[in-house]
């Protein structure tokens, strides 16, 4: 049966970047399985979104552009803009389940007091806030009340993998109303990967935010470069005018395709984050593209180690640095790697098993 949905996240869309490539794909994939879905977001993003699906923006706030994630002072009247965007929305498209993204979304859709709602877990905020604020210790608090408080009051959650929906459970959350559903990804959207018999480059692709733990990527290209003064970092990321502390080259990702054809290259993907509670999209967008990934345990997304990736230690540099070393010069060992990736985007994250799982949940919460 499909269902009109009205998809709300709070940040500017699109932006190549994790959240909104995880609201996008979520948004495509039913409405490739012919749901009427309708997106809610901010009024600006990057570039064209060139959907199928509808998009609908709220007023503009003068002045405010930020693309990147965070606090912003101009966001309490933004998210206001949008509870009434999708007040409208929900009336006059006949809306029959409400599907919000993050927590921003979650609160925008409590506010608007629509219902029946779906929550989209991106992360915990007791582990996220920490990172955003110099007083880890009371973030850490605040955000763990945000979890005790909130999530529970959507009629469904989805976390993105168990141990969200593991620790959700554990702050009130009903067990009942908990599904963890991975996010959705597509191998046809990559090309084939080649592999050459030169050493591969090391990339980094998403943005330059403090909970992407760059420090301990800048450890570990130095380390690599103490034994391999050669080794090359490609950091792609829609941001502009970025000044790393440490020698990389800077490529412009300012949308899904220009990333596709970062990943197109015979590359070494690093992921730094350990924070455990999100799912890195860019692992996922590296793994459907046939690339190796280097990926600390703790935020590792779907990686098993040594069968389709490699995990290493929380914030270990010298760790990564090995493997790094091991990778660039082994061709082999990045195609077994690469190939094995694909065929576990292939098998364990392909759309229609995402969307079988989000049409149960809006069946339950629309009875």
């Known amino acids: ?5 009205a998809m709300i996240a709070a940040c500017p869309y699109p932006v190549p970047q994790g959240s909104q490539v995880l609201l996008r794909d979520t948004a ?20 064209e979104a060139g959907d199928e699906f509808t998009v609908h923006r ?4 003068p002045g405010y552009r930020k693309t990147a994630a965070g606090p912003s002072l101009a966001k309490p009247l933004a998210d ?16 029959e389940v409400v599907h919000a993204h993050n927590y921003e979304g979650l609160l ?16 915990a905020m007791a582990d996220e806030l920490p990172w955003y604020f110099s007083g880890a210790a009371r973030a850490r608090r605040f ?6 408080t909130f999530p529970k009051r959507a009629d469904h959650i989805i976390a993105p993998h168990q141990s969200l929906a593991d620790y959700l459970i554990s702050r009130g959350c009903e067990p009942d109303k908990v599904s963890a559903i991975p996010p959705a990804a597509n191998v046809a959207d990559f090309a084939a990967p080649e592999y050459h018999d030169a050493p591969a480059d090391v990339l980094y692709t998403g943005n330059l935010d403090a909970y992407q733990n760059l420090e301990l990527l800048r450890g570990a290209i130095n380390a690599a470069r103490n034994e391999e003064p050669d080794v090359r970092l490609l950091v792609a990321t829609a941001s502009r005018d970025c000044d790393l502390p440490y020698a990389a080259e800077m490529l412009h990702v300012p949308d899904q395709a220009a990333l596709w054809d970062v990943l197109a290259r015979d590359v070494i993907a690093v992921c730094p984050r350990v924070s455990w509670s999100g799912y890195p999209i860019k692992i996922l967008n590296a793994m459907a593209a046939g690339r190796p990934v280097i990926a600390c345990r703790s935020a590792s997304g779907p ?10 230690p929380d914030n270990d540099p010298q760790a990564i640095a090995e493997a790094i070393l091991r990778l660039r010069h082994d061709r ?3 195609e077994y790697l690469g190939t094995a990736a694909r065929e576990t985007i292939r098998t364990q994250h392909r759309p229609a098993l995402v969307t079988d799982a989000i049409e149960r949940v809006y069946k339950a919460v629309c009875g």
């Open 1 to 5: 049966m499909t269902r009109r949905v």
């Open 28 to 47: 495509r994939v039913l409405h490739e399985a012919g749901h009427e879905v309708h997106l809610v977001v901010y009024a600006h993003g990057v570039g």
């Open 58 to 61: 709220c007023q503009a706030v």
């Open 80 to 95: 206001m803009l949008l509870a009434r965007t999708l007040r409208r929305v929900v009336r006059a498209e006949r809306i």
């Open 108 to 123: 925008v859709a409590l506010a608007a007091r629509c219902r029946p709602l779906v929550y989209h877990a991106h992360n």
């Open 143 to 148: 955000g763990a009340w945000l979890d005790r």
């Open 303 to 312: 990686i098993s180690d040594g069968f389709d990736g490699v995990l290493v």
């Open 332 to 334: 082999g060992l990045r």
